[in-house]
């Protein structure tokens, strides 16, 4: 494929779903630009939602199709109001497919707790050098436990 034309491999990532796409991003430096293209996720965008969508919905200024497919992906799987998700160990707060905010990792907030109980003081922790978890991502921790847990819930029912 090194050797191929950029036209040429272009029209092959014509033929990608945006999964592929994504997965064909990381393959290498190459890759990532070509699966960039803004004519590649414009296509991609019109085929999903239609053509009226796609002109509402055209990138502005510093946006690309690829983030504009993105965001209305999100809006799809997870809806337009406020809400938190997570992705592996990191949490957002989501508003109308665009994330508004990072709420940090599960991770993170295990090692404050495991080193605020420890009662070695020698070195400076990893606790020491990220800013203290405040009431409000403690709150916004326990809202999005209560959701994903009531999605468990909502499927048992279903079944």
């Not at 939602?49 to 200024?61: E, K, L, V």
């Not at 921790?141 to 279903?158: I, N, P």
Request: hydrophobic share 40%.
């Amino acid at each position: 494929m090194e050797r191929l034309p950029a036209d040429i491999c272009l029209k092959i990532f014509c033929f990608l779903d945006h999964q592929n796409l994504a997965a064909a991003h990381q393959v290498c430096r190459r890759w990532k630009l070509m699966a960039s293209e803004n004519i590649l996720w414009a296509n991609l965008f019109e085929e999903r939602w239609g053509i009226d969508s796609a002109t509402f919905y055209a990138p502005t200024d510093s946006k690309s199709w690829k983030d504009v497919y993105i965001v209305q992906d999100r809006c799809d799987r997870i809806g337009l109001g406020l809400k938190i998700i997570s992705e592996g160990d990191e949490c957002y707060l989501v508003h109308q497919g665009e994330i508004q905010r990072h709420l940090g990792s599960r991770k993170q907030e295990m090692l404050s707790n495991q080193s605020s109980n420890s009662e070695v003081a020698a070195e400076p922790s990893l606790a020491d050098s990220e800013p203290s978890v405040g009431i409000l991502d403690k709150i916004l921790f326990f809202l999005g436990d209560l959701e994903a847990a009531s999605v468990q819930a909502k499927r048992a029912r279903v079944i």
